[in-house]
C-alpha cells in the first residue's frame, strides 16, 4: 500500500538531500532515516556539511565513524569532519614517503597539505568510500549535505577527478608529491558509477514554499542533470494553512506559499513530489522528527504568548554605527537562508546614501545579488566571486608566469597539474584575499557562502598565513599583513552573523562564533531576520511558533552582548532599491 510520503515507498540505496540552507535539508533527511529505520532497515546518516546540527537534532555526539542514535534500532549517524579528514589524509601520504624521507622533507610536505585543497580531496576520499564500498553494511546511505552550491561541487568531484586521473600518472602538484592519488582512480570510478545509477541513486531536492527556494532548487535540477544524475524528486517543507481565517498575518502567509507553489518551475513541476505541512515545534528530538512525516497534525500546544520587550535596535541604527568609519570590511555571516544577501545589500545601501564608496560582493557559489538589487544603484559597484572564472584567471597567470622558457613536456605537466579540481579553491583564496585588500580605501561589504563552505575559506585564509609567516620569519623584508590579519583587526573587519528565530540558525551562528573566536576574529553584531514577534498575529499554528522564537530571541540576546538588531518578518521579499531602503528607516 503507498505510503502518504511517496519517497518512501521504493526508496533507493543512497538518497541525497541538498538545496538552498534553511528549507530543512537536514530536518527531513532526518526524519527520512528514522522512518526506514523504524521500517527495520539498516540505515547510514551522514553529513557532509561542516556546519551540521545533527547531534542538537538526535542530541548525540557526531563522530567521524558510525554512531548508534539511541531509541532507533538500525540507524547510524556519521559526520565527514573535513578537519579528521584531512589529518587522517595527511597521515596517508607521510607514510608513503617511507623511512629515507628527511625530516625537512616531510615538514615541506605536511605544509603542502595544509590547505583547504587537501580538505576537499580528503573529504571527497571519505564521501567516495561510502558510495562504493563504505555503505555495503546498510541497506540505506543517506546523505544530508551543505547548501546547493557546497553540494553541486562535492556531486561533481566524482566527474571531475576520475577525468583528472585518466591517463594521468604524475599526480597533482597541489595535493604534494603524491602520486598515490592515482591508486584511488578505481574508487572515484565506482563512486561516480553509483551517482549516475538511477537505481542506486536519488537526489531529493528539498525546497520551501517560497519563490527564491524552488528557483534554486530548479537551478540545482538543471545543473545535476548535466552531470549525470537525473534521478531526482521533490520535496516541498513547511506549507502553513492558516487555522484563523480572521488572521491577516496568517492568510498572507498561506497565500505566498500557495502562489509560490503554483507558479514554481517546469523543471519541478515534473518531479515526483511530497509536501510536509509546517509543524508548531521545532525537528528537534525523536517525536518532533518522527511528527515531521507523519499524516496526522501536530496537536498545536495552546500557550499564552506574550511578545517581550527585547533590547534590539533597527538595521539603520547598525548601518549608522558602521559608517562611523571611513572604510573598512564587513563581512555578513550565518546559516544558508538566513537573509545573508539580504542584509548584506541593505547595509551597502544604507552606507551609499550616508556618503559612502561601497563595493558589494560574494563569495557564494548560489549567489543572488542581482536579483536582491533588482538594478543599478549610483555609488555602488557589484562584485561575484565566480569560481570558474576566478580558476581560468588563475590559471592564465599561473601559465603566464612559469611557462616561459619550459619544454612542451614541462608544459604539458604543468596544465595538467592545473585541470586539478583543487585548483578551483585555490583561484577562490586569491580573489577572496584581493577582495579583503580592497577594504583598504573604501568599504567592502561582503555576502559570504553558507557557514560550512565559508569555514573551509577560513581554513585556507589561515593556511596561507602559517606560510607567510614561516617564509618570513627571520627576514628583514618587514612585516608582513595576511588576509586572516586583516579579519583579525576589529578596526578593518566586522563581522555580523545573521539569524532567523529558530533553534537550527540560531545554533549553527553560535557554533560559527565560537569557530571565529578560536581564530580571533571577533563577531560586532547579530541581525535576527523575519522576526513574526511584532505582527500581532493571532493563528494558532503561528502562536506555537512565536513561543519556540521567544526562546530563540533570548539566546540571541545573550550572545550578541548588546549588538542586537531585528528585521520583522514581511508579505513582500524586499527585493529592489526601494523594498531594501524600506528595511533601513529608523
Not at 89 to 105: C, F, L, N, P, S
Not at 201 to 211: G, S
Request: charged letters at 20%; aromatic letters at 4%.
Amino acid at each position: 500500500m503507498p505510503s502518504h510520503f511517496s519517497l518512501l515507498d521504493a526508496p533507493t540505496r543512497y538518497l541525497f538531500f541538498t538545496g538552498k540552507g534553511g528549507v530543512g535539508k537536514t530536518s527531513v533527511s532526518t526524519a527520512v532515516s528514522i522512518a526506514l529505520a523504524d521500517a527495520g532497515k539498516k540505515v547510514l546518516l551522514v553529513s557532509t556539511d561542516a556546519a551540521s546540527n545533527l547531534d542538537e537534532m538526535l542530541g548525540i555526539a557526531l563522530r567521524n565513524h558510525p554512531v548508534p542514535v539511541p531509541g532507533v534500532p538500525g540507524l547510524m549517524v556519521l559526520n565527514i569532519d573535513p578537519e579528521a579528514a584531512s589529518q587522517n589524509y595527511r597521515a596517508r601520504v607521510i607514510e608513503q614517503m617511507g623511512t629515507q624521507a628527511t625530516a625537512e622533507e616531510v615538514d615541506l610536505v605536511r605544509e603542502q597539505l595544509s590547505g583547504a585543497c587537501t580538505t576537499e580531496i580528503a573529504t571527497f576520499d571519505e564521501f567516495s568510500q561510502l558510495l562504493s564500498e563504505g555503505g555495503r553494511d546498510f541497506d540505506h546511505v543517506v546523505f544530508d549535505t551543505a547548501p546547493t552550491g557546497h553540494t553541486l561541487r562535492l556531486l561533481s568531484l566524482p566527474k571531475a577527478w576520475s577525468g583528472f586521473l585518466k591517463g594521468n600518472d604524475r599526480g597533482a602538484s597541489c595535493l604534494g608529491p603524491h602520486s598515490g592519488l592515482k591508486m584511488q582512480e578505481q574508487l572515484f570510478n565506482r563512486a561516480l558509477a553509483s551517482l549516475n545509477d538511477a537505481s542506486l541513486t536519488t537526489i531529493v531536492l528539498v525546497a520551501r514554499p517560497e519563490a527564491g527556494a524552488l528557483n534554486e532548487a530548479a537551478r540545482s535540477s538543471d545543473e545535476l542533470r548535466e552531470l549525470g544524475l537525473s534521478h531526482q524528486r521533490l520535496v516541498i517543507n513547511a506549507v502553513f494553512k492558516a487555522q484563523d481565517p480572521r488572521d491577516a498575518v496568517a492568510l498572507a502567509i498561506e497565500a505566498l506559499g500557495q502562489e509560490a507553489m503554483r507558479e514554481m518551475p517546469q523543471a519541478l513541476k515534473r518531479l515526483a513530489a511530497d509536501v510536509i505541512p509546517m509543524r508548531p515545534v521545532d525537528s528537534v528530538g525523536l517525536q518532533a522528527l518522527r511528527a515531521l512525516l507523519s499524516p496526522s497534525p501536530t496537536e498545536v500546544p495552546v500557550a499564552a504568548l506574550e511578545a517581550p520587550d527585547f533590547a534590539h535596535q533597527k538595521l539603520s541604527a547598525l548601518v549608522a554605527e558602521l559608517a562611523r568609519g571611513e572604510r573598512g570590511l564587513i563581512m555578513v555571516m550565518g546559516k544558508g537562508g538566513v537573509g545573508k544577501t539580504t542584509i548584506a545589500a541593505a547595509i551597502a545601501l544604507g552606507l551609499v546614501k550616508l556618503g559612502k564608496s561601497v563595493h558589494l560582493s560574494t563569495t557564494d557559489p548560489a549567489a543572488h545579488l542581482a536579483v536582491t538589487l533588482d538594478g543599478e544603484i549610483p555609488g555602488l559597484t557589484v562584485g561575484r566571486i565566480d569560481p570558474k572564472a576566478e580558476t581560468q584567471k588563475y590559471v592564465d597567470k599561473v601559465v603566464a608566469a612559469k611557462s616561459a622558457g619550459m619544454t612542451p613536456a614541462e608544459k604539458d605537466l604543468l596544465m595538467e597539474d592545473l585541470r586539478s579540481p583543487c585548483t578551483e579553491e585555490v583561484a577562490v583564496f586569491h580573489a577572496f584575499s584581493h577582495v579583503v585588500s580592497q577594504a583598504r580605501s573604501a568599504f567592502v561589504v561582503l555576502d559570504t557562502a553558507p557557514t560550512g563552505h565559508s569555514l573551509l575559506l577560513m581554513d585556507a585564509t589561515g593556511a596561507y598565513h602559517r606560510q607567510m609567516v614561516r617564509e618570513f620569519e627571520g627576514k628583514a623584508s618587514g612585516r608582513i599583513t595576511t588576509p586572516l590579519m586583516r579579519l583579525q583587526d576589529p578596526d578593518y573587519t566586522k563581522i555580523i552573523l545573521v539569524t532567523l528565530p529558530e533553534a537550527t540558525p540560531v545554533s549553527q551562528a553560535a557554533a560559527l562564533k565560537e569557530d571565529l573566536q578560536r581564530a580571533r576574529i571577533g563577531t560586532f553584531a547579530w541581525v535576527v531576520n523575519k522576526s513574526l514577534l511584532a505582527s500581532n498575529t493571532r493563528d494558532p499554528l503561528l502562536q506555537a511558533r512565536l513561543n519556540s522564537e521567544r526562546r530563540q530571541m533570548e539566546r540571541v540576546q545573550a550572545l550578541a552582548q548588546g549588538r542586537f538588531y531585528l528585521i520583522p518578518w514581511a508579505a513582500t521579499p524586499p527585493v529592489g532599491a526601494k523594498a531594501l531602503g524600506d528595511l533601513l528607516e529608523p
